[in-house]
């Protein structure tokens, strides 16, 4: 089994910051890639950022020079630094871990359940 734990939602106002964090734990061997995705209300679920075990980023667009992802491999935890936040960044946040549980078994592809960000007007 694998778990994915994450924390650091909430409510903020516009301009604030948050950050959230997941961290990874069971029957992992090696994980390739962590990130974080979201699913605002009535959208589908996007891509926030993620980052590879090689330290490879990517960001959305609209997440480019506010957030910054970053990762512990030795943790199996990944960050992601949220500033100058804004209402249209509401949404819950998913930690994702593409990670395989022997050098051949695997990737899987889990998700965690989710943590919500409120930004306030």
């Known amino acids: 089994q694998v778990q994915l734990v994450e924390s650091g939602g909430g409510l903020v106002q516009a301009g604030g910051s948050l950050r959230l964090s997941c961290a990874a734990s069971?029957?992992?061997?090696?994980?390739?890639?962590m990130g974080w995705y979201r699913q605002a209300p009535g959208k589908q679920r996007e891509l926030v950022a993620d980052?590879?075990?090689?330290?490879?980023?990517n960001y959305a667009d609209s997440v480019k020079g506010r957030f910054t992802i970053s990762r512990d491999n030795a943790k199996s935890t990944v960050w992601l630094h949220m500033n100058s936040l804004k209402p249209e960044d509401t949404a819950v946040y998913y930690c994702?871990?593409?990670?395989?549980?022997?050098?051949?078994?695997?990737?899987?592809?889990?998700w965690g359940k989710g943590t919500l960000v409120t930004v306030s007007s």
């Open positions: 994702n871990a593409v990670y395989s549980t022997s050098w051949c078994h695997g990737p899987w592809n889990y």
């Open positions: 069971g029957s992992i061997f090696s994980i390739s890639a």
């Open positions: 980052i590879t075990s090689g330290g490879s980023i």
